[in-house]
C-alpha cells in the first residue's frame, strides 16, 4: 500500500508541477524482478485513490521482462527470477540488466 501512495504522490506532484488538477491516468513500470504483484498493486490504487488528484483516474502498468548477463555464454539472457542461473549454460547471473523497475514512466492530466 505504501508503495502506491508513494506513485500517487510523485504523480500529483508531476500534475501540479504541470498546473493541472486532474490526473486522468498513471503510466506505471514494474519490472518482472521488482517483487511486485500487479494484481494488488491495481487493487491498492483502486482504494487509495479515493480523495487524490487521481480519483477517477486509471492506472496503467507496463510490465518489464526480467534481463541478465551471462558471463559463461558473453550475452543477454532472460530472467524469471531475481537470483538466477541462466537456462542455456548453468551460470550465475552477474547482473541484472532489466526486470527491477518500478517506476511512473507517464501521466496524463487536464
Ligand atoms: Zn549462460
Given amino acids: 500500500?505504501?508503495?502506491?501512495t508513494n506513485i500517487l504522490a510523485i504523480a500529483e506532484d508531476q500534475a501540479r508541477a504541470g498546473g493541472a488538477e486532474?490526473?486522468?491516468r498513471i503510466e506505471v513500470?514494474?519490472?518482472?524482478?521488482?517483487g511486485v504483484e500487479i494484481h494488488?498493486?491495481?487493487f491498492c490504487f483502486s482504494i487509495a485513490r479515493a480523495g487524490t488528484m487521481a480519483a477517477q483516474?486509471?492506472?496503467?502498468?507496463?510490465?518489464?521482462?526480467?534481463?541478465?548477463?551471462?558471463e559463461g555464454c558473453r550475452a543477454e539472457v532472460s530472467l524469471d527470477f531475481f537470483v538466477a542461473v541462466c537456462s542455456?549454460?548453468?551460470q550465475t547471473i552477474t547482473e541484472v540488466l532489466a526486470g527491477r523497475e518500478l517506476q511512473v514512466r507517464c501521466i496524463n492530466v487536464d
Fill in 1 to 4: 500500500m505504501s508503495l502506491i
Fill in 22 to 24: 486532474i490526473i486522468n
Fill in 29 to 34: 513500470q514494474v519490472g518482472a524482478l521488482a
Fill in 40 to 42: 494488488s498493486l491495481e
Fill in 57 to 70: 483516474g486509471e492506472l496503467v502498468v507496463h510490465e518489464i521482462a526480467g534481463k541478465g548477463w551471462c
Fill in 88 to 90: 542455456e549454460c548453468g
